[in-house]
């Protein structure tokens, strides 16, 4: 089966950087994605990586170590409005895309 | 806007009622999914759809029946449910199966189910 394993909660500050983890267990693995989560909305398409290494877009980053069966999600320079959920999420060979608990992140001023 | 259109976004339905839920894209993708997401809990998938043929049913009860008429709309039958059903259900779509090649999956903005 699929098993993802994230924290259920960070607090940090404006312009601080956190990092958000991922482990995961998976068959027929094909790449972690992110995804963005704001109260009452719908998850959104942040970031996705295939093979080892990092992928950054803006303020955001994701890495991947596949001998490690575990991502993480950067953010940079928080900012208020990047309060929300953050969902990582593998792919299988079955073509589902299973998703973990997700984080709650709370920026704080 | 996602391109993925859902309706109702709220619905208050009795245990014996029986209502749909109603899925629209307007992204020319070929596969289509029902997630559920309720509180404390992980997206969990429930129905996956490729061009119009379901191909996952996530062991959900049969009080829950979707129809995927053509690759643009999927349904949400719901009949007879409980209120441990109430929660948010997320519709999205994806231009093929969701676990190859990074296919993206685009959400649409949700109906909140409460059953009474």
């Known amino acids: 089966g699929q098993s993802l394993e994230q924290p259920s909660e960070v607090t940090a500050v404006e312009g601080a950087i956190v990092q958000i983890n991922c482990t995961y267990q998976?068959?027929?693995?094909?790449?972690l994605s992110w995804y963005q989560q704001h109260d009452g909305g719908a998850p959104t398409f942040l970031s996705y990586?295939?093979?080892?290494g990092l992928e950054e877009t803006g303020r955001f980053s994701s890495f991947l170590s596949r001998s490690d069966s575990y991502g993480y999600l950067l953010l940079q320079e928080l900012q208020m409005k990047d309060s929300a959920s953050y969902f990582c999420?593998?792919?299988?060979?079955?073509?589902?895309?299973?998703f973990g608990q997700g984080t709650t992140l709370q920026v704080k001023p | 806007e996602t391109g993925v259109t859902q309706t109702p976004r709220h619905l208050v339905m009795g245990m014996t009622n029986k209502k749909s839920l109603k899925c629209e894209q307007h992204?020319?993708?070929?596969?289509m999914y029902w997630y559920k997401q309720s509180a404390k809990k992980p997206l969990e998938l429930m129905f996956v759809?490729?061009?119009?043929?379901?191909?996952e049913n996530n062991s959900v009860p049969s009080r829950f029946s979707p129809e995927c008429p053509n690759s643009s709309h999927l349904f949400l039958h719901l009949h007879t449910l409980q209120p441990e059903d109430s929660a948010l259900y997320l519709c999205?779509?994806?231009?093929?199966?969701?676990?190859?090649?990074?296919?993206?999956?685009?959400f649409g903005e949700g109906s909140w189910l409460t059953v009474v």
């Open positions: 759809y490729n061009f119009k043929e379901q191909t």
């Open positions: 998976t068959s027929g693995f094909y790449g």
């Open positions: 999420a593998v792919g299988s060979n079955t073509g589902k895309l299973i």
């Open positions: 992204l020319g993708h070929n596969a």
């Open positions: 999205a779509s994806s231009q093929g199966g969701a676990g190859s090649a990074g296919n993206t999956i685009y």
């Open positions: 990586n295939a093979l080892d």
